[in-house]
């Protein structure tokens, strides 16, 4: 028997890990996103988990989220700082942080592999991030997101700002979420528009109706209220509280050529949506200030809106403009998965599901283990996942096991020479004789597989 | 056009990355590896990245090699230091580490989710792990690892010591490397072994035994010749360098109740082992000197043993003890997967292969755009990755993108109204009409889908 326990072992706040039956849908989840992305063609990339500092702060992104790397022991004794691949001139800069998203490592990856890479880059990520802030409903330290980008020099079609939603909202149409909507806006509607108003500098104008969701009307109106007269303060607050689409935003009767410009964008964007009811404009968001230069998309829960974004993006006119002397335009959603994910959890809304990944349990009878064990490779070698149990306990307990991990079949071999084997569906509860080489459980696939099904 | 770039993008020294083709082989190597796992039933988890310090070190592993996680900014600014959840009297410890392996993290879950799990617990892991040692050939500060245990309070019976190696065995097979074997000890053997001699601290002598692949017999000889006579020296020699298996050793004379014990237990492994060939006795090993008890296994290339081990693992009789006052038991396996992975890669033994997971490229035909959208939908309903080219190139330069991805099949959508579809392969330049409705690629999938092919 050990001592008495040394350091209890307690959750980290903001670091979630799951218990194995919630980790199963968790899998099942990522696969359903992964086969989505790949069935559109888009490529896997990962990068390490860290980066140079300098590279993660040359956004301009604040550096009070990123947690640093470091050691226990002094510098002189750190290899991370005495790297001798590093030269003397970047020693300083030789710093590693964790990534706190995976846009600014894709600009990095596109920089560093630009002449390895096959243009349009069409990548997906799904990898974890960290962000060192206080952790609330729906953010934590540690997260991971899926991320689908183009990117190609000088020019992206548009069509992709139409693609990229397609497949974010087939994404979440197989996940079985809560009613939920993709919101589509055009950062030139927004800045044309304040243009066509005459206002000087829309950009302050932007970063305040962006808050419309927190601070509601009436307080983006004193933000605004110093800068704008009556009027165009109205005007503006139309827009932003505007239900339709780009005709409506038309009737308002305010006209610039940026306007005209993120409306024929917008336009054709929706129109190529226009099959999928829960794609709608939204005029109030802006995403990102000095990020987006276009196409801006924002998802949410119908019914819990206050809960932030399920999904993100939009389009940049120059993705990589710290690390390359290449114009580098892109378009690229990020899904928040793990948000959406604890939220379904906090929620009730997953299905509970097994804790093991087998098919079938194949009971040892006592003194028959051969019997077992070539039933359980004639089994797997048909690609059923089996368990096979070890230890020489009573049926019982081994029928108990099975239902505990939520194996669905529970497979007898025979107890006596000449028997037949037998399969018990824990579900119904019937017995039948069978026969481990023709064997199928019937009906639809079991629910608790989790491979990715990718690939038809 | 940008300025020039602020931040030289270049590799960080121990954090590998890959481009897209060589990602796609590491997904299907990392899927192969999956379905193994749960072939046998096995369930995933996942660990936060982060574990507390005083966790991390609480095997008295060095803390040499562990990154700690900081902040840029001062201590009273930092969440981490004081988050509202940890009490005044553990904030000492609640000083964050990245993981350096995967045992300690599943020591750490067993013991806090220990009434929530149905035991046998078994679970693979597939994750990276970070260690601050200097980078050279095999060795990464950034790392994947795929482990596999199974732990039960108290006892574990011994068919999981044959479970374990010939789940590895058939990972590693279907991953086609150049030629390897599992090695197979008992730790009981070594110290039974020595104590039958009538040496006193056999540790000590594991201890050197375990550098003879490093130092040679030679070397081992010195180290020993202070402690022990040279006909204890030679005994001890002659155990490390037996070739064959318990039976050979039972005919080197020496007894002991421990070694009678480790011998049955090595005898039964490698007899449900029998019928692979390169599973075999080694009496060298012994692997992590204060931790494994049991069994331990270590596999490596046959033509290169200096780059060590490519998989290993054992049986411990006490998984958590500094975590909880329970005895949990286990035997594991862990596969060192980057290490593998950038083995094959430098020797240029990784298939080259495509860098989209596409089967099919559609041309875009000139003015004819809703032809060429709804034929990649009908083949992605169909279950096949489809990329569809949305820039009104010229069909050279569409072809062009379609053979540098290595995208199997290029799909011409009639040009002219009342045409038939043509499907033109790559491989064989050959091409064909056809009908998107009821197109096959014919013979064997191609070899770029990488979804996991799991569950038959």
């Not at 927004?190 to 104008?205: A, K, W």
């Not at 009811?277 to 000095?290: C, E």
Request: glycine share 8%; aromatic share 8%.
């Amino acid at each position: 028997m050990s001592d008495q326990p040394a350091v209890r072992p307690t959750p980290v706040s903001g670091f979630p890990e799951w218990l194995p039956h919630v980790r199963l849908v968790e899998l099942r989840w990522l696969d359903t996103i992964r086969t989505a992305f790949e069935r559109y063609g888009f490529c896997s990339i990962e990068t390490p988990s860290a980066e140079r500092m300098d590279v993660l702060l040359s956004k301009g992104d604040t550096s009070k989220e990123v947690y640093t790397l470091g050691r226990v022991h002094d510098v002189d004794d750190d290899p991370t700082q005495a790297d001798p691949t590093q030269s003397d001139s970047t020693r300083d800069d030789s710093r590693l942080g964790l990534r706190f998203d995976l846009t600014v490592p894709l600009a990095r990856y596109t920089a560093q592999h630009f002449n390895d890479l096959v243009f349009p880059f069409k990548r997906y990520q799904i990898q974890r991030v960290w962000r060192g802030e206080r952790p609330q409903d729906g953010r934590f330290r540690e997260f991971t997101q899926c991320d689908i980008d183009v990117i190609n020099p000088d020019r992206v079609p548009i069509h992709f700002d139409a693609e990229l939603p397609r497949i974010v909202h087939e994404v979440l149409t197989s996940l079985d979420l809560p009613a939920w909507t993709i919101n589509v806006n055009n950062r030139k509607v927004l800045q044309g528009f304040y243009e066509g108003l005459g206002i000087s500098r829309p950009l302050d104008v932007i970063r305040a109706v962006d808050k419309i969701d927190k601070i509601g009307p009436d307080g983006v109106a004193r933000l605004l209220a110093d800068r704008l007269d009556p009027s165009r303060l109205q005007a503006v607050l139309r827009l932003a509280r505007l239900r339709g689409g780009p005709a409506e935003v038309r009737e308002l009767g305010v006209r610039s050529p940026l306007l005209d410009e993120g409306l024929e964008e917008l336009d054709f964007v929706l129109s190529e949506l226009s099959d999928l009811p829960n794609v709608v404009a939204d005029f109030s968001i802006a995403r990102g200030l000095d990020y987006y230069t276009g196409t801006v998309y924002e998802g949410k829960f119908v019914d819990w809106p206050e809960y932030g974004a399920i999904c993100s993006g939009g389009r940049y006119d120059d993705l990589a403009g710290s690390f390359i002397r290449r114009e580098l335009p892109g378009v690229g959603m990020s899904i928040g998965f793990s948000r959406i994910f604890a939220k379904m959890l906090s929620e009730g809304l997953l299905d509970p599901g097994p804790s093991s990944p087998a098919d079938v349990l194949v009971v040892l009878p006592k003194d028959r283990r051969p019997i077992a064990t070539s039933t359980a490779k004639a089994l797997r070698d048909r690609g059923f996942n089996v368990e096979l149990y070890h230890q020489e306990d009573k049926v019982a307990k081994q029928l108990r096991y099975a239902a505990r991990k939520g194996i669905p079949f529970v497979w007898f071999p025979p107890f006596d020479e000449g028997r037949p084997h037998e399969v018990k569906d824990l579900a119904s509860g019937t017995q039948t004789t069978t026969d481990p080489a023709t064997w199928s459980p019937g009906g639809q696939r079991p629910a608790n597989r989790s491979g990715t099904g990718a690939n038809g």
